[in-house]
């Protein structure tokens, strides 16, 4: 079955520092989302991208991130400047004109 | 808007038991609906998924769940628990405009040997 790939597994990162979670979506996939999960809480909805430009983000999506398709195959979220509570797992997700996304395994993100 | 609600948070089972999960939704728009299961420390995979068509379908591990439309319900069952199957699970609604996935608070399954 296809995956789509994140990166890193797992980034420590000191509060107030940037970051980037990589993602490489199916290569034939059309529609990018970012979802995340703060421990022990459910899965939210954070952003969907598409025809290179954002088609819907939620509240917590707010001017601290930013997301990004460089080169035609990665996806990026950027998160400016981090908080303790970003730390989650974040998950991205692909898909094609179906409607079934694929996600990755995510990037656990702890903040210190 | 949608949404989505997961009754009990916590089920137990024993191994060899019928497994339940309870996934109750709202939607204003005919809704596709869709079971992941993450295993500790692991991703969300794909178990199941109700688009259009039968509402009875079968997914991946011997689970199954339902569409009922008159209950807004989409329940997910394994007629035998294995130990294997203990991990959390997640309902999740999409309406077929925007295809933003909608999560439950999970139940997160133990079954007892």
């Known amino acids: 079955e296809p995956e789509v790939t994140q990166t890193p597994s797992h980034q420590v990162t000191q509060m107030g520092q940037e970051v980037i979670l990589r993602c490489v979506p199916i290569?034939?996939?059309?529609?990018f989302y970012w979802y995340r999960q703060i421990l022990g809480q459910k899965v939210e909805f954070l952003v969907s991208f598409y025809n290179n430009e954002i088609s819907e983000k939620s509240e917590i999506f707010d001017d601290q991130f930013s997301v990004e398709r460089p080169d035609g195959s990665n996806f990026t979220l950027k998160i400016r400047s981090t908080k303790l509570e970003d730390s989650a797992m974040y998950f991205c997700?692909?898909?094609?004109?179906?409607?079934?996304?694929?996600f990755g395994q995510g990037t656990r993100l702890t903040v210190v | 808007a949608q949404s989505v609600t997961q009754l009990g948070s916590h089920v137990s089972v024993s191994e060899g038991a019928l497994v339940l999960l309870r996934c109750n939704y709202s939607s204003s728009v005919p809704p596709y609906l869709f079971w992941y299961v993450q295993y500790p420390n692991q991703g969300l995979q794909l178990l199941l998924k109700y688009t259009t068509g039968a509402t009875l379908v079968k997914g991946i591990n011997g689970f199954e769940a339902e569409f009922k439309k008159s209950e807004t319900s989409f329940h997910l069952t394994k007629p035998s628990a294995h130990m294997s199957d203990a991990a959390e699970y997640f309902c999740a609604v999409t309406d077929p405009g925007t295809y933003k996935y909608i999560f439950g608070t999970g139940t997160r399954l133990k079954v007892l040997a």
């Open positions: 997700a692909s898909r094609d004109r179906g409607s079934r996304a694929f």
């Open positions: 290569s034939n996939h059309l529609y």
